[in-house]
């Protein structure tokens, strides 16, 4: 379950249901097996979880945001040309207006949802791309991006972000899933392999290598200079697949994007 989302709601809810929207574009997927696939982004703000090396930190550790109803979101993915829908976060499962979301977008859209792996859904979800969170993603006095005291996110962090029942209820549910890993070193792999073991243990679908995406961490086109080379030989060594940030080496850390 969710300890805090950090978003609070509006007192009243007259316009129906609405979901906190900290950017809605369109853009090529950047990463994963569709990466390079024209695609509108709806970004949901408030996570269940604070990386220290969250991109996004304006959905997490400092949440921003518009409330816009359903039939707004609706109507803004349709000005724009994609044919794909990515809905992601924060993390976009801890609204369940998500799922209304997805249902109303999926006779017209094939759907991703970019989620940290934590959370189920019954909504429809063509891709599952699920991003487990490893040790290496815990915010710490001395990594994380505030200066704030952060050490009550360090606890909750640690204890939330690997829950079994739901990556085997995601991998199960969707049409199509990834279990995307964002890797900081060669450190990473022990965790990765023994993870990766207990969801196939656990979830009743194969899960392949080739479903299983090492994506190097770095926020900026610098940081993935000293990541990526690294995490691709890493993905030929341990026989996974290697997914690149395309929207980094692009456009940087550019809003939008
Ligand atoms: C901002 S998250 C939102 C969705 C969801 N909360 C999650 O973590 O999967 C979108 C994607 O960006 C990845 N990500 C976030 N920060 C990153 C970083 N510094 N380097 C590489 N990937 C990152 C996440 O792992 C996830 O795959
Ligand atoms: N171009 C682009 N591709 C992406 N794939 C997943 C993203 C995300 O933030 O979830 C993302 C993003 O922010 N931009
Ligand atoms: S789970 Fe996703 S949105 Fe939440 S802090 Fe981590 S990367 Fe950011
Ligand atoms: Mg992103």
Redesign the pocket.
């Given at each position: 379950m969710p300890v805090s989302d950090s978003v609070s709601r509006p007192d009243t809810d007259a316009d129906g249901q609405r979901l906190p929207i900290n950017e809605l574009f369109a853009s090529l997927q950047g990463?994963g097996k569709l990466a390079g696939v024209p695609s509108t982004f709806v970004r949901t703000s408030g996570?269940n979880?604070r990386?220290w090396?969250?991109?996004?930190y304006h959905?997490?550790w400092d949440p921003t945001h518009a409330w816009m109803a359903l039939d707004e979101i609706v109507a803004e993915v349709e000005t724009l040309a994609p044919t794909h829908v990515v809905v992601?976060?924060?993390?976009?499962l801890i609204h369940g207006e998500t799922a209304t979301l997805l249902s109303e977008l999926a006779d017209d859209y094939h759907l991703t949802v970019?989620?940290?792996?934590t959370l189920e859904t019954d909504a429809p979800v063509d891709l599952a791309?699920?991003?487990p969170?490893l040790a290496s993603s815990t915010p710490t006095a001395e990594n994380a991006p505030t200066d704030t005291d952060t050490s009550v996110w360090t606890e909750r962090h640690e204890s939330a972000r690997i829950d079994l029942d739901s990556l085997a209820s995601l991998v199960e549910h969707a049409e199509d899933f990834q279990l995307?890993f964002?890797v900081t070193g060669r450190d990473d792999m022990a965790e990765i392999e023994s993870l990766v073991e207990d969801v196939r243990g656990v979830a009743k679908r194969e899960i392949r290598d080739s479903d299983v995406l090492l994506?190097?961490?770095?926020?900026t086109q610098a940081?993935l200079a000293h990541t990526r080379t690294a995490v691709a030989e890493l993905a030929a060594e341990f026989g996974y697949r290697y997914t690149p940030?395309l929207h980094v080496d692009l456009w940087n850390d550019a809003p939008e994007t």
């Open positions: 990463e996570c979880l990386c090396f969250c991109d996004s959905t997490s992601t976060g924060g993390e976009p970019e989620t940290n792996g791309s699920i991003s969170k995307k964002v994506m190097p961490e770095g926020q940081a940030r």
